[in-house]
């Protein structure tokens, strides 16, 4: 309070000794007349200690109280983050490219981190043919990571299949999530391997057992047909 200033004409300012971890926008002065509020929001992903330092004057800038009080931002565990990875459309029996993502975690480093990955289907895309690809030169310290996936379906399957790539520090996690559109291809029919006989002459030979297949069609659909070169 003021004894020659009505209350409701003080000035009131909060000031900040750690910029860096409470700025002056982070400090916000609340109420009227006599009753007034502080509200104190650290900056993003900061911690430690700050002394927050309480101005009241007159409008004519003579001060007249200082009140400091500290405050101890605690640590928090922030979530790793994974950039994201655009859908991609391939044909049967193809892999996708290598897909290149980023990671990083405020507070693990990237050497800590565990890259796994998730298939929706695994018949037509099995677990194992979801592979992380890292760089050659090794990732140090805290600075973002740097990665790729590559996806292969199973032979002769096709569909829409969702790849899940994840990051974890071990407890929090983000996962980049995308389709990938495997359009079938007609595959041609396969017949098994026939081995060279000899025939007596005027003689018929036996019958000579061999075996057809066609991932996309039926066997009992298939043509089957003979020709002689002679």
Known sequence: TDIDSPVEKLLVEGLSNNPDLVSGNGIVIGGNGGDRTVTVTPNP????????????????????????????????GEPPVISRIPD????EDQSTE?????????DTAVGNLVLTTTTSDPAVVPPENVRIVFPLEPVIGRAGGAASVIVTPAPNRFGNVKIG?????????????????????????????????????????????????????????LIVSAVSDN
Not at 63 to 76: H, Q, S, T, Y
């Open 45 to 76: 992903n900061q911690n430690g200690l700050v002394t927050i330092r309480i101005r009241a004057g007159e409008a004519t800038g003579k001060i007249f109280a200082n009140e400091d009080f500290n405050v101890l931002v605690n640590p928090m």
């Open 88 to 91: 991609q459309k391939i044909l």
């Open 98 to 106: 290598l897909l290149p993502f980023t990671y990083s975690d405020p």
């Open 165 to 221: 790539v994840i990051v974890s520090d071990g407890t929090l996690s983000d996962v980049s999530e995308f389709n990938v559109d495997i359009a079938p291809v007609n595959d041609g029919p396969k017949i098994s391997e026939i081995n060279d006989i000899v025939l007596d002459e005027d003689r018929t030979s036996p019958a000579i057992p061999f075996r057809i297949d066609d991932p996309d069609t039926a066997s009992a659909n």
